[in-house]
Every structure is written in C-alpha cells, then in structure tokens.
C-alpha cells in the first residue's frame, strides 16, 4: 500500500473546503494519476498472489517433487485464515519436518498478514535449503513479490526472471510483463504478453499486449490483440476493459461489438446494459438507446450513473422536453450529482 497516496487522500478530505475550485480539480487530477500507477502495480501482485494460492492448494500444472504432508498450519493457510496460518507454522517449522516446504506455505501467509520481513526471511531460507525445484522456483516468485509491494519493480524483475531459470510458468510471465509496463518498457512488455497469448490463448495476455501495443503506437496490432480477447473464452473483467479502452478511443462501434459479446454469453447485468445504451446514443441509435436507458432507470432509479448518461445523451440530441421531464423527476427523487447539476446548468446556459 502506497502510504503517500493514502495521506494525500486524508489531507484533501480535511482541507477540501478550504481550497479553490482549482486547487480542487489539480489534486484531484493528480490523485487519479498516482492511483492508475497504483493499479498497475496492484495488478502484478495480486496476479502473482492468485497463482501462488493455486500451487500451494494443489490446483496448478506445477507440483513439488514430494507431496506436501497435512499439517495445521497448512490447513489454515487453505481456508485463508492467514495469522492463525503464520502462528501454527512457525511453531511447525521449529518441529523440524519438511521444513522448506512449511516455510514456504509461511512467507505467503505471512505475505497476507503484511509481516514482510517474516515473509523474506522465510523465502530465503527455502531458496538457500531445499532441493525441490518448484519450491526454490516460487521462494524466488516470493522474493520477487516482496520488492513489488515496495514498488522495487527492477529488483522484482530481477526474482522473477531468476525463478523462470529454474522452471518455466506462465503465470509469472504474465507478471514480468505488467512489470515491464509498469516500467514504460512495452516493447519488452508486448513480447511477453505475445509469447503468452501464443501459448495459452489467455484473454487477459491478449488485453495488456493490445495495452502495450498501443503505447508504442501500434494501433493496428493492439486492436486485433483486443479483438483475439473477445474471440477466446469470454472473461467478464476483460472484456469490460477492452470496451473501456475503445470507448475511451471513440471506437463507439468496437465497444458496442464486446457488450454485444457479453450479452451473447449470458452476461447481461446492469453495467453491459449500460455500456450498450451509452454506446448506441454515442453511435446516433436513439430509438434503441432510449428504449434501453428508459428500461434501466425504472428498474434502478437509484443509479446516478444510468441517469447522468441518459441526461448527457438527450442534451446532445436537443430533446429539451424529455431532457426536462427527466431532470424534474429526478429533482423530485432527491437524485444528484454535481455532473447532473453541470448538465442541465449547460442546457440552461
């Protein structure tokens, strides 16, 4: 957790109403930024974190060379009750038996419960001690895991290449390349994120090369990454971001293809219904967007953001009756925002 980021949150909430309108919105703008790069490197963790619960709960390709013994510890670790976990594996570890791989199972709870130090002195000892090539492989991925979350992401790199020395896994390939995008290295990032989608069709791989792509210009190549992810199995979280990113873009017709995708897949909930009225408005499909918009609002009226689309949607098209029925009924309601307020105040202008 990046503690800068959180204090400059608590000293806004507190000065807040003793700043300008303009001091307002530039720190504002630069807490969004700090927090973009806070997501990405959120995302190498909690990536890697994933994997790690997967092996260590015997659900990934990778398995150790000799079969993990029942232990107490190792049953709290799988039901997630991480501090009880750290405090019975130590004890475990002290009584001598397979000590490398309890040690292992500890630096990862220990990782949950924020005891770094306790983490890294175990990862170390696993890698210096054992013979079990995956154990040695993922005390590396844990070293590694540790310096991202001091935003040490070169030293991270540095574990994470060692730990594919000793034995390959997708999974932190995945990670060595949103640390090289994390990094503004996307030629080395796309790469990575290419090699992986060849190998595993993975839509999340198909979406960060179409990422890195695009931030070496290559429009071309991270559209048709973008369009491999929708092609493979349909991954909800992906397949929203990409909509996302061509929204963002004014690729209207591109997003409106992955709500359509996610509707087809049986995923129909308020947000795909949402992003499909906004972008049939923003393709000029009136008839159809209202119809959807008009729908969305009597089954959740209390959903700002369905409004604040709808009201921004009949301003531009001049519908200044319904513009107007609609802000009365939401004045009626109770409903604001202060991006409901700046629509109908520019109507009035």
């Known amino acids: 957790m990046n503690t800068g980021w959180e204090e400059k949150c608590l000293w806004l909430a507190e000065h807040f109403h003793q700043l300008s309108k303009e001091q307002q919105h530039t720190i504002i703008y630069d807490l969004e930024q700090d927090h973009a790069e806070l997501l990405n490197l959120w995302t190498v963790q909690d990536e890697l974190l994933s994997s790690l619960k997967d092996v260590l709960k015997c659900d990934h390709p990778l398995s150790f060379t000799n079969a993990t013994e029942p232990s107490e510890g190792i049953g709290y670790y799988q039901l997630e009750m ?3 976990a750290t405090e019975k594996l130590a004890e475990e570890v002290a009584a001598g038996c397979q000590k490398t791989r309890l040690l292992l199972y500890l630096g990862f709870a220990s990782i949950y419960e924020d005891k770094d130090q306790q983490a ?11 013979n079990d090539l995956v154990e040695k492989h993922f005390s590396l991925c844990g070293l590694g895991l540790l310096e991202g979350r001091k935003e040490n992401i070169e030293e991270a790199i540095s574990y994470f290449e060692k730990a594919l020395t000793v034995t390959n896994n997708d999974d932190v390939v995945y990670n060595l390349g949103t640390c090289y995008y994390w990094l503004g290295k996307f030629d080395v990032a796309a790469q990575l994120f290419r090699t992986l989608a060849e190998t595993t069709t993975d839509p ?15 429009i071309h190549s991270a559209y048709e990454a973008w369009y491999r992810a929708l092609e493979e199995r349909i991954d909800f979280d992906v397949v929203m971001s990409v909509a996302c990113e061509f929204e963002e873009r004014g690729e209207f017709v591109c997003a409106l ?4 995708r996610l509707i087809e897949s049986g995923c129909n909930n308020e947000a795909v219904l949402h992003g499909t009225a906004w972008n049939l408005g923003l393709l000029d499909r009136r008839d159809e967007s209202r119809h959807l918009f008009k729908e969305l609002t009597a089954k959740n009226p209390d959903n700002v953001n369905v409004w604040i689309s709808y009201l921004w949607l009949l301003t531009k098209w001049g519908f200044i009756e319904e513009q107007e029925s609609v802000a009365a009924f939401l004045e009626r309601k109770n409903v ?12 009035n202008k």
Not at 204 to 218: F, I, M, P, T, V
């Open 82 to 84: 991480y501090n009880k």
């Open 120 to 130: 890294k002195d175990a990862f170390l000892t696993v890698f210096q001690q054992t």
């Open 204 to 218: 999340e791989a198909y979406y960060w090369l179409g990422k890195s792509c695009l931030e070496q210009n290559d």
């Open 257 to 260: 293809h992955c709500y359509q």
């Open 336 to 347: 604001t925002h202060p991006l409901l307020e700046k629509i109908v105040y520019s109507k």
